[in-house]
């Protein structure tokens, strides 16, 4: 049927684009009278929807000029043609390789690259992840990229434009296709780059009528899987490296973890959840001890299995509970520590620094394989501040894990979740997480409210999280950030996060404590007093305080708050709390304590 | 025409008296490194921040920023130094460095791996011994020079007062030094920079005094030289010399090493007013557009040497006389005991490099520190990052001796080559550097001693430089052999000094690695050892035997290579 299709002058106001009218009207010709209907809804649900997708433009740059520089000639190429790209009126993306994340390789539409060579032949620094990323296993096929690479280097050398050359091929092998081949150019480096820069212009002017058509990806109609601890999303590993110096006291890592934004949603503020295998030296010894056989055939929840996989994935053997002393007492026979377990205080105690294997060492039992796994209980998920923003890192989850290692009663022991997270995963390995809200941890409605973080250890985590929010979001408000460690040197943890928030004027100020340099000041809760003044100052402006690290830390900024609030506020004792109190009630004292 | 001055013209400009933001960045505790503006303006109160480049990447993984610390050059004119001011070196190098201490080529001392925190608290300490830090990098005229070991004592305390004089001169007047570090008071009202105005100069100035017969201080590789001219122990007055300087920039052609140029004589009073005259044609003639042609060496080239002599003539309101005839006859540090002529003893000591540290190996700072306690004289460290331990009575030469043989300070043992060879400081510190120096040249020269050795020219000393980039610092453009790193491993191989420091060497062979540079070496070692004529140095015999041709004017013929 001849329906209402008309041409592009019947529309008058219309807030298409010439060829995004065009081709609506292409869509729709033919469509009889209820597909119309269905389209005309279909079209109206995206137009709801317009806030989650929002951000699509940014996300999809039509063009990224990327360089990795060593003296700055890259840079400066780079510069000059996304100067001249955008007088052209094309929206480049110029980017530095160490601000580039290389998993956005496969969001590009045109990738262009400019980049030197040291040496022997390795590519800058700057360029260090993408090449790790483009040389490893996990490489994304990149079919739908199309790039060029400008290589400068020296060829005095034998090495020449090395790394150029192995980038090109790297993103070649990839199923990239090439826009123009590479220009490998030397010393005198700058009439090849007017050159190619001209050529590059005019293959972009070719490819911007296609670039112009973007689809917005339909919305998946599924009902949505809820992930919870009893049906935990099965999370990749990315990465993980430590981010505390080899001499640093404590083995900090930086966890990322790939999951799906479909279905795990987090905000800022939240905990994952996460489920881990035990260490198998762990499990040898304590089958040793037991004298029992990992391949022993036990029954768990109804589930048959060998005691070696009811051991590994199932069981709780590194938190050791109150309970389980008591069964083990019994089962034992043993006079002392059944008296021991009688008493809660001292029970409490005990267990704070053992483990189950200790029990098999120190009190043997009798006990076979099915026995061992009833007297155990399952295994708890351990919870994690996550350190990164769904805002800015859609398909991740980032998480700042210290390995918690003690030595008593004669062994060295290993946290569970943290000695599995720092020590044996690798990458590709995956582990069941859920997300945990945590909404009394949360940051201000309005992105304009100023927020001081207060941290010690890894309780900085979530403060990473608010930031790449507010990043994200462009947000206006003031930050403090307070953080305690030991070395300034050795474990100021994301220093380069925040020296970058400074920068770029989401943090206004950054006070320290660390407590094992010398000269420095030794505690958070010390060097808030010691800028009581603009903490006071801060709150009487609206600003939300937020704590998150150990009890004893939460406690001493506690004290030192009130502290201050009488100093400053001229406050007695019982006002000084009632003022905290409101700062509670009105959401501006936050705390996440563990 | 667009022509723009370079940024670091600006930031000094803004910098009111080299005060930049230097307080603000000295108080930020979240960052172990300065604003970018005051890492410049830095550099004139005598401290550079460098970081420790073999952590760069493993600090980026760990999302901190990277091992950041500083640098600090002190100012000793002549390099001479008390003993009591050589034990507060030591001991603020063990406390506040990196348990280090550098002697340099300009004849001063150096602490590397300086935390930010401990930069003030430095500056205070060895301000307690009178000794400061202005003026040790930054486009200002750096430590002066002087021939530490001459002949003659009475003529070395002269010259050496020139040189302290002449220091004090040139120095910066601001008082932002003193209000910074010292906790000085801020001045009142105006401040001004009678010899700098408020930008200094384009780029750095050194200086030097020699004293013949020996060129120790490679006087002609400075902007501004003073040859001593004496009879007897009377000093009569210098030659004038000026516009040389080592730095260039890799594949760049419009830039060389370059000779200083006679000016001509002048009597001793004229001294002050000719420094100022030469500092202030630079000042206001030198390239504020490109630092890499900012040297006095270029402003010269283009003012024409006529023009420039003119210039500083009117300035000083002198008039330069024909240059005295001098002859010199040697490059390197004469090693081991020395008489002179009031009967007082001078022994120069061995310093690897000038690296002063006690290592599993060797106690040199302890041995240093020993005779430190018990000498009378003085210290003079050399142009070559060695130590002369002045003015020793007869008494107590033994005891001085006993200590320098037991913590390995005396040369005896060691090549001709090996003493007569310098490098610089280079990774992983130096922010310049492109290639090792320091760590790696003592164990090369191993290899090339053991090549000398097979040609049998072991007996021969070579004057052999190694720099891990093409700046300078150990003048390997006046070297015999000359190595200047490229990147990694890679050296271009520059041959043809005369071993005295008065002809500029040539480029041989470019780029090469370590086992292409031995095989170059065995093979140049060979036809020397079978062709050289009695008495020829290496370096005449490159020259002689065409393997380089002589540099005569190296603006124009310096970058022709064979």
């Excluded at chain 2, 009202?189 to 060129?215: C, D, M, Q, W």
């Excluded at chain 2, 040249?441 to 000398?452: G, N």
Aim: aromatic share 8%; charged share 25%; net charge negative.
């Amino acid at each position: 049927m001849d329906n209402t299709v008309k041409t592009l002058e019947d529309f008058s106001n219309h807030p298409l684009e010439r060829v995004q009218l065009s081709r609506l009207l292409q869509a729709v010709e033919g469509l009889d009278k209820q597909q119309l209907s269905w389209a005309s809804g279909y079209l109206a649900g995206l137009g709801v929807l317009e806030p989650t997708v929002a951000k699509a433009p940014d996300q999809v740059p039509g063009v990224t000029i990327l360089y990795a520089t060593q003296g700055g000639n890259a840079r400066s190429v780079a510069e000059a043609l996304a100067e001249n790209a955008t007088a052209q009126g094309f929206a480049p993306r110029l980017v530095s390789a160490d601000s580039y994340r290389p998993r956005d390789l496969t969001k590009e539409q045109v990738l262009v690259v400019v980049i030197s060579t040291q040496g022997e032949g390795e590519p800058p620094e700057s360029a260090y992840d993408l090449f790790k990323y483009l040389r490893g296993d996990r490489a994304p096929r990149l079919e739908g990229l199309r790039y060029a690479v400008f290589g400068l280097g020296d060829s005095s050398y034998e090495q020449f434009c090395q790394a150029a050359r192995e980038l090109d091929e790297l993103l070649g092998n990839q199923g990239a296709r090439s826009l123009l081949d590479r220009i490998d150019a030397d010393v005198e480096f700058q009439q090849a780059a007017t050159n190619w820069q001209d050529r590059i212009l005019t293959e972009l002017g070719e490819l911007q009528p296609l670039d112009q058509a973007r689809i917005i990806p339909l919305q998946r109609e599924s009902a949505t899987p809820r992930h919870d601890r009893n049906n935990p999303f099965r999370a990749a590993l990315l990465a993980r490296h430590r981010i505390t110096t080899a001499d640093a006291v404590c083995n900090v890592q930086h966890i990322s973890l790939e999951i799906d934004p479909a279905v795990i949603r987090y905000r800022p503020g939240d905990a994952l959840g996460l489920y881990f295998q035990n260490d198998p030296a762990l499990i040898e010894e304590m089958l040793a001890l037991a004298g029992l056989a990992a391949e022993a055939p036990v029954s768990l929840d109804g589930e048959r299995m060998t005691l070696g996989q009811a051991l590994e994935e199932r069981l709780e053997l590194t938190q050791l509970h109150p309970s389980v002393v008591k069964a083990w007492a019994a089962l034992a026979g043993d006079q002392g520590l059944d008296t021991l377990s009688r008493e809660r205080e001292k029970l409490r105690t005990f267990v704070q620094n053992r483990q189950f294997v200790d029990l098999l060492q120190n009190h043997p039992a009798d006990v076979d394989a099915q026995g061992l796994v009833e007297i155990l209980h399952a295994q708890q998920p351990r919870l994690y501040s996550i350190a990164s923003s769904q805002t800015a890192y859609e398909d991740e989850v980032h998480l700042t894990v210290a390995a918690l290692r003690y030595r008593g009663h004669g062994r060295d022991h290993l946290g569970g979740a943290s000695g599995y997270l720092t020590q044996r995963i690798s990458e590709g390995d995956d582990l069941g997480v859920y997300v945990v809200e945590n909404p009394s941890f949360r940051l201000p409605a309005s992105a304009d409210i100023p927020i001081i973080m207060i941290g010690a250890g890894t309780g900085i985590a979530p403060y990473r999280a608010f930031l790449q929010e507010r990043e994200a979001l462009g947000s206006a408000g003031d930050g403090w950030l307070v953080f305690g460690n030991r070395h300034f040197h050795r474990d100021f943890l994301y220093q380069a996060d925040w020296l970058a928030y400074r920068k770029a004027g989401l943090l206004n100020r950054i006070s320290l404590a660390f407590s094992r340099d010398e000269g420095a000041c030794s505690y958070v809760q010390a060097r808030l007093y010691e800028e009581r003044a603009e903490l006071y100052r801060w709150l009487r402006e609206g600003a939300h305080l937020y704590v998150c690290g150990g009890v004893e830390m939460a406690q001493g900024v506690h004290q030192s708050l009130l502290a201050i609030v009488q100093d400053q506020g001229g406050l007695a004792e019982e006002a000084a709390v009632e003022y905290t109190e409101t700062l509670r009630e009105q959401g501006r004292y936050q705390r996440d304590i563990y | 025409m667009d022509i723009k001055v370079n940024p670091n013209e600006l930031i000094k400009a803004d910098s009111h008296y080299l005060r930049g933001t230097l307080r603000e960045s000295m108080a930020d505790q979240a960052s172990g490194a300065l604003s970018p503006d005051d890492t410049q303006i830095s550099k004139f109160h005598g401290f550079y921040q460098q970081d420790d480049r073999d952590r760069r990447l493993d600090r980026r993984q760990q999302f901190l920023e990277p091992y950041y610390s500083f640098m600090l050059r002190a100012r000793l004119p002549g390099g001479v130094c008390t003993p009591r001011q050589w034990l507060a070196i030591d001991a603020v190098g063990r406390e506040l460095g990196n348990g280090s201490i550098r002697l340099t080529t300009r004849q001063t001392f150096q602490y590397h791996g300086i935390l930010k925190r401990n930069l003030k608290p430095l500056i205070q300490r060895i301000n307690r011994v009178m000794i400061d830090s202005i003026g040790g990098c930054g486009d200002v005229n750096r430590n002066v020079l002087c021939n530490p070991n001459p002949l003659s004592s009475t003529l070395h305390a002269e010259v050496y007062d020139w040189a302290r004089r002449i220091s004090e001169h040139l120095l910066p007047k601001t008082r932002a030094y003193h209000e910074i570090w010292l906790d000085g008071e801020p001045v009142a009202g105006g401040e001004s920079e009678p010899v700098y105005g408020e930008t200094y100069l384009p780029r750095k100035f050194k200086t030097a005094l020699a004293i013949p017969p020996h060129n120790d201080v490679d006087v002609y590789t400075n902007d501004l030289g003073f040859v001593a001219i004496a009879e007897g122990d009377e000093l009569l007055g210098f030659n004038i010399l000026a516009g040389g300087g080592m730095g260039v920039t890799h594949d760049d052609y419009s830039t060389f090493p370059r000779l200083a140029d006679e000016l001509g004589f002048i009597p001793p009073q004229q001294t002050l007013a000719v420094a100022e005259a030469v500092v202030s044609v630079q000042r206001d003639f030198g390239d504020r557009t490109s630092r890499r042609h900012a040297r006095l060496k270029y402003t010269i080239e283009r003012m024409g040497l006529a023009t420039f002599i003119t210039e500083v003539e009117r300035r000083a309101g002198v008039r330069f006389k024909p240059s005295r005839r001098v002859r010199f006859t040697s490059q390197g540090d004469r090693y081991g005991w020395v008489e002179d002529e009031r009967g007082r003893w001078h022994l120069t000591l061995y310093v690897e490099n000038g690296r002063v540290a006690d290592t599993p190996d060797a106690s040199l700072m302890s041995g240093l520190r020993e005779i430190a306690g018990i000498h009378q004289g003085d210290f003079r460290i050399t142009p070559g990052q060695n130590l002369i331990v002045a003015g020793v009575p007869e008494g107590q030469k033994a005891i001085i001796e006993g200590i320098a043989r037991r913590h390995d300070l005396l040369a005896e043992g060691r090549s001709p080559t090996r003493l007569a060879s310098i490098a610089c400081v280079a990774l992983p510190t130096c922010p310049q550097a492109m290639a090792e120096a320091e760590r790696y040249f003592p164990d090369l020269l191993e290899t090339i001693e053991e090549i000398a050795d097979r040609h049998g020219i072991d007996r021969q000393a070579i004057v052999m430089r190694m720099t891990g980039c093409p700046n300078g610092c150990a003048r390997p453009y006046v070297a015999e052999i000359g190595l200047v790193g490229r990147g990694p491993g890679r050296y271009n191989l520059q041959l043809g000094g005369d071993g005295i420091g008065l002809r500029l060497n040539r480029l041989y062979r470019k780029n090469l690695n370590e086992r292409e540079l031995l095989r170059t070496l065995d093979e140049l070692f060979r036809i020397y050892a079978g062709e050289r004529l009695p008495q020829e140095r290496f370096g005449d015999f490159a020259v002689r035997r065409g393997l380089v041709k002589p540099v005569i004017d190296p603006a124009e013929d310096y970058h022709e290579f064979p």
